[in-house]
């Protein structure tokens, strides 16, 4: 079945620092990705929208400029977190459509980001 | 605006004791309702998508039925390994394709 493969599952970095999350799509292509995250508990947030050759679609509140996203081919799709700070420790999930976008989303393992 | 309510957020069962998960939704127009399984530590695993009313899905021990205003996650003779968050999410038609989801109800099957 289709598989969203998601690096690395558990990241610690020190403040100020940038991290870089990978999702690849295994088996299908993908032009649109979606990111979301999740606090312990709480249900997921989308962030944004990664549309494959475009610029992403980011949700209100969250800052493009922190959370920069690049989708360069139809398989992969990085979010990379800009000068972490403790308060970006999160549960960070990639997902994507296997097919039509209204009929089902395949989700990564997560990333667990903590930042010291 | 599109929103997912679930209940209840926690449910203890006993081994073989069936139950229902409730996920009622507010949606302009529903172009699908989403059921999720989800571990702890790891990414949500996709169920059941249904797309209209008097809808329902099979798989296993876990049913969905739809209505046009809530959905029900029923689990039968459930078992310790179907503990997890059952996670609910809707996509309306306002024009883009967002998932909007509910908070999950976190099940816990004791043998």
């Known amino acids: 079945g289709a598989v969203v493969s998601q690096h690395p599952s558990r990241v610690i970095c020190k403040s100020g620092t940038s991290v870089k999350i990978e999702c690849r799509s295994l088996d299908f292509q993908a032009t649109t990705m979606f990111w979301y995250r999740q606090f312990p508990k709480q249900s997921l947030m989308l962030m944004a929208t990664s549309n494959e050759g475009s610029k992403a679609t980011y949700e209100q509140g969250v800052e493009k400029d922190k959370f920069l996203i690049n989708h360069a081919s139809l398989t992969l799709s990085t979010l990379t977190v800009t000068s972490a700070h403790p308060e970006d420790s999160s549960f960070y999930i990639c997902?994507?459509?296997?097919?039509?976008?209204?009929?089902?989303?395949?989700f990564g393992s997560g990333t667990q980001l903590s930042v010291l | 605006e599109d929103q997912v309510t679930q209940s209840p957020e926690a449910l203890r069962l006993q081994e073989g004791e069936s139950s229902s998960l409730n996920c009622s939704y507010t949606?302009?127009?529903?172009?699908?309702l989403f059921w999720y399984r989800q571990d702890p530590g790891k990414g949500p695993e996709f169920l059941f998508t249904?797309?209209?009313a008097g809808e329902e899905k099979e798989k296993e021990r876990l049913k969905a039925t739809l209505t046009k205003k809530e959905s029900f996650l029923h689990i039968t003779a459930p078992k310790p390994e179907d503990s997890a968050t059952y996670l609910c999410a809707v996509q309306g038609t306002s024009g883009t394709y967002k998932y909007i989801f509910g908070t999950g109800t976190r099940l816990k099957v004791l043998a």
């Open positions: 997902s994507a459509p296997p097919g039509t976008l209204n009929e089902k989303l395949f």
């Open positions: 249904l797309y209209s």
């Open positions: 949606v302009s127009g529903l172009r699908g």
